[in-house]
């Protein structure tokens, strides 16, 4: 083994010539990958001119110094771009946006106080373990075909407001989405904007749900050959007493 398991750092090895290099590599990559803050996760091509040890979060379709890294952590070190793959429970701090993201061995995703992709603020609780809370629940999609469902879905017994999106990676093959449901594909926002930045608060009348229920992103005019949308269900839970 030449280097270690998680980080990938590299080991010094026996009778090694040049030992500064390898030692230095490792330095290198810890200075890039503790503690991390990127100070930009929406850039697909480097910057002109970025300061010494800067960090950015590489967007698709990444290019020029920066293609074939999408995802990955660049670094500006020592006048060159070093590209550190993330792993699985990486967190990163997103200093334009003041976030926290956290990677789940696929993508990057918000990481809030109710958990990874979810935000559940209590409004009270009775003596016997009742609650009254409101929860929003988030999830990335990246676009294919005819439609996607999401893998978060809105909780039985929950009591819907809204559905947000935002189209977070220009969508290609469609002329736009609907966001919705199986059977309703528009309940929360039909003809939806497919450039990158476009976004829809999806409000509705209170809507309770008896059974966990996917949502669903439908292409129009197309099927959805690229592009990612970002979803957010706005809901209210009250769980029963639990003595």
Not at 57 to 73: F, K, L, R, T, Y
Request: proline share 5%; with cysteine.
């Amino acid at each position: 083994m030449d280097e270690t398991p998680n980080l990938k750092l590299p080991y010094l090895l026996a009778a090694q010539a040049q030992k500064h290099v390898t030692h230095n590599e490792a330095i290198r990559a810890l200075d890039a990958i503790v503690q991390i803050t990127v100070a930009d996760k929406d850039l697909a091509s480097p910057p002109v001119s970025p300061d010494d040890g800067e960090r950015f979060i590489v967007a698709a379709p990444a290019s020029g110094d920066w293609s074939g890294h999408a995802g990955e952590i660049a670094a500006f070190q020592d006048g060159a771009w070093m590209f550190y793959e993330p792993r699985k429970g990486w967190l990163v701090w997103v200093g334009d946006e003041s976030e926290l993201l956290v990677h789940n061995g696929t993508d990057w995703s918000v990481f809030t106080a109710g958990g990874i992709g979810s935000n559940t603020v209590v409004l009270n609780t009775t003596a016997h373990g009742a609650e009254t809370a409101f929860q929003a629940l988030e999830e990335e999609l990246t676009l294919s075909g005819t439609y996607i469902d999401s893998t978060i879905h809105i909780p039985d017994r929950a009591i819907v407001f809204a559905v947000s999106t935002r189209t977070t990676e220009p969508v290609t093959g469609a002329s736009s989405y609907d966001c919705g449901i199986a059977g309703e594909k528009d309940k929360y926002g039909g003809s939806l904007g497919i450039a990158a930045g476009s976004t829809n608060s999806g409000v509705t009348g209170p809507t309770a749900f008896y059974s966990d229920t996917n949502l669903r992103i439908t292409a129009n005019g197309g099927n959805f050959t690229g592009g990612k949308v970002r979803v957010t269900i706005h809901c209210m839970r009250c769980p029963a007493p639990t003595s």
